[in-house]
């Protein structure tokens, strides 16, 4: 199975900075998924087909990546935006998630 | 508009079963699978394996044959989980997600998770 990791486990972010969780793979993928799940919570489907943002999705948020390297960029933090994010992968039976990156407000 | 409702809280000794249940609505329920989620306390997002909700056909991830069983009730929207042999280990909450794409854009609608406690 595709085993992906998150880096960093956990970063914390002050109002208006600039945050990147990475995701890499351990094969090739096509696609990565990311979500955002808060404490208590179900996750939430946060961005597809490694660049699309889900419905209501800030555009703050952005994704890019291809193959093995992918990543989430928050442009500017805000205080919501303090989560736990999982990437997830489709392209390999099982899909696969990370092990989450907690996100808190510094 | 669209939801995934899940059964209560349980809690359970080793050894018993437990059944938990995801009831769909607002949408056509046998057009996308239902895919079953762990995740134990301060841990991650694991995939279980999901059910094709036409065909009533069950694909389990390895760590997760033997003891699950993914079942349906079509006629009333409804998907189950039933966990026999309770471990301490199997004490996690467990999501149900109805996934799929519609028209091009994600359909990705999760339950609200049930919390299974293991205890003797």
């Known amino acids: 199975e595709i085993v992906l990791t998150q880096s960093p486990t956990t970063i914390a972010a002050s109002p208006g900075e600039k945050v990147t969780i990475t995701c890499r793979a351990s094969s090739s993928v096509s696609y990565m998924y990311w979500y955002q799940q808060k404490s208590g919570a179900s996750p939430k489907l946060w961005i597809y087909?490694?660049?699309k943002l889900a419905s209501g999705v800030p555009n703050r948020f952005s994704g890019s990546g291809s193959g093995t390297s992918y990543s989430l960029t928050i442009n500017t933090m805000e205080t919501e935006d303090a989560a736990t994010y999982y990437c997830q992968q489709w392209s390999s039976t099982p899909p696969t998630f990370g092990a989450g990156t907690k996100l808190e407000l510094k | 508009q669209i939801q995934l409702v899940q059964s209560g809280p349980e809690l359970k000794k080793p050894g018993e079963s437990v059944k938990i249940s995801c009831k769909a609505s607002?949408?056509?329920?046998?057009?996308?699978?239902m895919y079953w989620v762990k995740q134990a306390p301060g841990q991650g997002l694991q995939y279980m394996g999901w059910?094709?909700?036409?065909?009533?056909?069950?694909t389990y991830a390895d760590d997760f044959k033997g003891r699950f069983v993914f079942f349906l009730e079509t006629s009333a929207s409804t998907a189950y989980l039933q966990i026999n042999n309770l471990k301490n280990e199997d004490m996690a909450t467990y999501f149900c997600?109805?996934?799929?794409?519609?028209?091009?854009?994600?359909?990705?609608?999760w339950g609200q998770g049930v919390m299974v406690t293991v205890s003797s």
């Open positions: 087909d490694t660049s």
């Open positions: 059910i094709n909700t036409e065909t009533g056909k069950p």
């Open positions: 607002g949408y056509t329920f046998t057009n996308y699978g």
């Open positions: 997600a109805s996934v799929g794409y519609y028209d091009g854009t994600p359909f990705d609608y």
